[in-house]
């Protein structure tokens, strides 16, 4: 589907091939893949298995290949609209995050309740730690 829909939105850019790799797989067989590729030129890998695999995947992919990498999440759902995005004014004040937890409670709330407070914790850590280091 997100072959079709880039083609028909994009004619002048060249989609080259998508992987969907089922569940399971290892990192290996993702870098094979991206391998048969490595003479294009202007590639760009987009890669979108969820948060903080994708992200792990893309920095592979990236030190293997050092082309352009960028993991974009739910941005092919919203693309092909299997998910809906947030409406306008939540997404405008940063409160996209409740909605797909909203819709996704199952998946999403280790992800947003747990993860947020870790973030929010190193964040402070850090500040703290180079504020006091500094003799601030």
């Known amino acids: 589907k997100i072959e079709n829909l880039f083609n028909h939105n994009y004619p002048n850019q060249k989609f080259f091939s998508s992987l969907s790799p089922k569940f399971g797989f290892n990192l290996n067989e993702i870098l094979d ?21 994708q992200d792990y995947i893309a920095s592979k992919v990236f030190e293997r290949t050092q082309k352009n990498t960028i993991a974009i999440g739910a941005a092919v759902d919203f693309f092909t609209g299997t998910l809906r995005e947030a409406p306008k004014i939540l997404r405008n004040h940063g409160w996209e995050w409740l909605y797909r937890l909203y819709l996704e409670p199952k998946r999403l709330w280790k992800r947003y309740v747990i993860g947020n407070f870790i973030f929010v914790g190193i964040v402070i850590y850090q500040f703290v730690h180079y504020h006091f280091s500094r003799g601030e």
Not at 33 to 53: C, M, Q, R
Request: glycine letters at 4%; zero cysteines; charged letters at 20%.
């Open 33 to 53: 893949y991206v391998d048969t590729f490595h003479e294009e030129k202007n590639l760009v890998y987009w890669i979108a298995l969820g948060s903080p695999l």
